[in-house]
């Protein structure tokens, strides 16, 4: 018998924890790391697509705004925390990824309950790339519900700052699917949406003009991204308040996340957006967004080197 190790399988997913490089599924964090016992955390997503990160320098930048707001240290300039996130991709070979970048608090001295005396931890991960939606969900658009559930205001938790601050979203989301909707946008109290698990969200309204929440939202990358789209294409855009009342009465909808770009929304509160059908602006900043993909000034190819096991 060989006393040799196996090699480990980083088929689905590398993972970047305590130091060490694990196959994703022996990935573990302490019990007792703030980030698991107080959602004492930050994190950021940055997506590989045809071997190559888009738009990575833009997710380092907010991830290390996020940690100075949330006071958290990474340890790692981003240059470094650019090396930890290719190795992971590299290791899973994979060529379409979902890739997660963490700092947790950490865990003060026995005793202690200040949060300065904590540790930051950074972890990171890549698994297969996440879809928001479904093919048939993308391909007929989604089914959104306005929820009356209150996303936390960014005065108690800054919404810029990508937290874990998740369970307003849950349980709209919770909510949106027992009622037979796909997925949900929370208010903000007063009568304005503002954003969903995972995503940020765009109306075409009535007059034809493209609008995007201004506050309470994180600013999602992808959400620059149409704003950028929008502005290339000549398409008028404004970011502010988007009431409620503005989305159910729409031409078109849609959704913004690292997890599948642009995704139509064609049923606001069981009524048709429009006619129900995917409308035209929609597919133009749908196939604009894939081929910014291959704007050499958004894509950081990967480098897989010489043994790159791939999908
Ligand atoms: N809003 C929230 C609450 C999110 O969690 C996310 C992404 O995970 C987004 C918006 C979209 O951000 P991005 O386009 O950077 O993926």
């Given at each position: 018998m060989s006393a040799q190790a196996a090699t480990p399988d980083y088929s689905q997913?590398?993972?970047?924890?305590?130091?060490?490089?694990?196959?994703?599924?022996?990935?573990?964090i302490p019990i007792t790391d703030w980030g698991f016992l107080r959602s004492d955390a930050t994190y950021d997503v940055v997506t590989v697509w045809d071997g190559a990160f888009f738009r990575l320098d833009a997710h380092l930048e907010r991830f290390m705004a996020s940690c100075a707001r949330f006071r958290l240290d990474p340890g790692l300039p981003p240059a470094g925390i650019a090396e930890v996130l290719a190795q992971c991709?590299?290791?899973?070979?994979?060529?379409?990824?979902?890739?997660?970048?963490?700092?947790?608090?950490g865990q003060p001295p026995w005793g202690s309950r200040d949060p300065r005396q904590a540790v930051n931890q950074f972890h990171a991960f890549a698994v297969p790339y996440v879809w928001i939606a479904n093919e048939a969900q993308r391909a007929r658009g989604l089914h959104l519900a306005v929820s009356s559930v209150q996303r936390i205001p960014s005065t108690s938790v800054d919404a810029r700052a990508k937290?874990?601050?998740?369970?307003?979203?849950?349980?709209?989301?919770?909510?949106?699917?027992?009622?037979?909707?796909?997925t949900v946008v929370l208010s903000d109290g007063a009568g304005h949406v503002v954003e969903g698990p995972g995503f940020n969200l765009f109306c075409v309204n009535a007059q034809g003009t493209l609008v995007t929440p201004a506050e309470g939202v994180l600013e999602g990358i992808t959400r620059r991204t149409v704003i950028e789209m929008a502005?290339?294409?000549g398409l008028p855009l404004q970011v502010r308040a988007l009431p409620a009342a503005e989305l159910r009465g729409a031409r078109e909808v849609f959704l913004s996340s690292s997890g599948g770009g642009v995704l139509p929304v064609t049923w606001v509160d069981g009524a048709p957006v429009g006619d129900g059908a995917v409308g035209p602006v929609t597919r133009q900043l749908v196939d604009t967004y894939w081929a910014w993909h291959r704007d050499p000034r958004l894509a950081t190819p990967v480098d897989y080197g010489p043994d790159a096991g791939f999908e």
């Open positions: 997913g590398a993972a970047y924890v305590g130091g060490q490089y694990v196959p994703i599924a022996e990935a573990r991709v590299r290791l899973s070979g994979l060529r379409a990824a979902y890739v997660e970048m963490i700092v947790t608090r937290n874990y601050h998740w369970n307003d979203l849950t349980m709209g989301l919770l909510g949106a699917l027992d009622g037979g909707a796909d502005a290339a294409l």
